[in-house]
Nanobody
Framework: QVQLVESGGGLVQPGGSLTLSCAAS????????MGWYRQAPGKQRELVAR???????NYVDSVKGRFTISRDNAKNTVYLQMNSLKPEDTAVYYC?????????????WGQGTQVTVSS
């Protein structure tokens, strides 16, 4: 199995910054993609940003120019740098990854980390 452990959430004022980290562990043979989703109260979970093994990056329109996704291949870790945060960014942020392990190719989710943007 693959485990995803997120860190870095918290409370921040509007206009502030946070960096989320997600470390993947387990018997990982290859990583196809890793990314971040978020779910606000009463809303559907949405893709925030994703980076593929080939380096292709996608962002939801609402975070373009403010959020940056990056990865450290040696650490099997993906980061989400969030700048100019807005109250509407408040949500539980989930790490997601598409991996090949001893159990074959599967999609995995982290437990989620709360991000609250409020004054």
């Amino acid at each position: 199995q693959v485990q995803l452990v997120e860190s870095g959430g918290g409370l921040v004022q509007p206009g502030g910054s946070l960096t989320l980290s997600c470390a993947a562990s387990g018997t990982i043979f290859s990583i196809y993609s890793m990314g971040w989703y978020r779910q606000a109260p009463g809303k559907q979970r949405e893709l925030v940003a994703r980076i593929t093994s080939g380096g292709t990056i996608n962002y939801v329109d609402s975070v373009k120019g403010r959020f940056t996704i990056s990865r450290d291949n040696a650490k099997n870790t993906v980061y989400l740098q969030m700048n100019s945060l807005k109250p509407e960014d408040t949500a539980v942020y989930y790490c997601n990854g598409d991996f090949r392990s001893a159990f074959g190719r599967r999609n995995y989710w982290g437990q989620g980390t709360q991000v609250t943007v409020s004054s």
